[in-house]
């Protein structure tokens, strides 16, 4: 059976969790934190998620999990049949990640110390986000998914990465970010319906106050360093 391995506090953990149910495949969780001995012999950066296959074969970063989940079990697809297609699928993703999730996340810290980010690391993630919003607006369709006609691994891949938009950006520089793009709203709103995305919300907030507690300590330890 497959293993995945992290918590239910990540969004990276829960874009792989929804596609494990998606495709209905059975498979088994590991609660192991960030940086621990046990990931980092898991996942060489010692970031979550990670899988260990059936055959034993350990898999970390999410959009590789998801290319391999695709490749190996197909029955219920999440890419296009037509490769161009795909392409479009993965340049959404991409650019989703690199100019919506990763500057986002530059706030977390910020938003769990209780402090506001300095006002040039404001101005630069806003920009990254703008030019996120431009590439989205224009390759999302939301027709009613967010490439098209079939819901894909872009629904599942974007709808985690604005979680991350719409809790840490957008609170920091008091912009609705997702509401710049035509659609992206409501079609959020129908994607956290769906039983997938609720069971993983609700395993998300059960998660939660460990994973403050552990990040607080963090937070205490590398301050008495200091
Ligand atoms: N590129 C990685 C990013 C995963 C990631 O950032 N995970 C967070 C948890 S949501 C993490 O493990 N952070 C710990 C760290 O940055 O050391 C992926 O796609 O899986």
């Not at 079990?73 to 795909?86: A, M, T």
């Not at 690391?121 to 919003?133: F, H, N, T």
């Amino acid at each position: 059976m497959i293993i995945l391995h992290g918590f239910a506090a990540s969004n990276y953990y829960n874009l792989v969790k929804h596609v494990l149910l998606y495709k209905q495949l059975p498979f088994q969780e590991n609660l192991l934190y960030a940086g621990s001995k046990e990931l980092l012999a898991i996942s060489p950066v010692g970031k979550v998620p990670a899988i260990t296959t059936p055959e034993g074969l350990n898999i970390s970063e999410s959009s590789v999990i998801c290319d391999f989940l695709e490749e190996t079990y197909p029955d219920i697809q999440l890419y296009p049949e037509n490769s161009g297609e795909r392409a479009v699928v993965r340049q959404i993703m991409k650019i989703a990640e690199l100019y919506f999730e990763l500057p986002s996340r530059r706030f977390i810290p910020y938003a769990f110390s209780g402090t506001e980010a300095p006002e040039p690391v404001k101005v630069e993630i806003r920009q990254v986000l703008k030019r996120g919003i431009t590439a989205l607006s224009h390759l999302s369709q939301f027709s009613p998914w967010v490439a098209g006609e079939q819901f894909t691994m872009a629904d599942i891949y974007v709808y985690y990465v604005n979680s991350i938009v719409s809790k840490f950006a957008s609170s920091q520089l008091e912009w609705d970010v997702l509401a710049e793009i035509p659609g992206m709203t409501k079609w959020n709103e129908s994607m956290s319906q769906s039983p997938i995305a609720q069971k993983i919300e609700a395993d998300r907030l059960t998660n939660m106050p460990e994973f403050i507690k552990k990040v607080t300590a963090q937070i205490r330890a590398s301050k008495a360093k200091q």
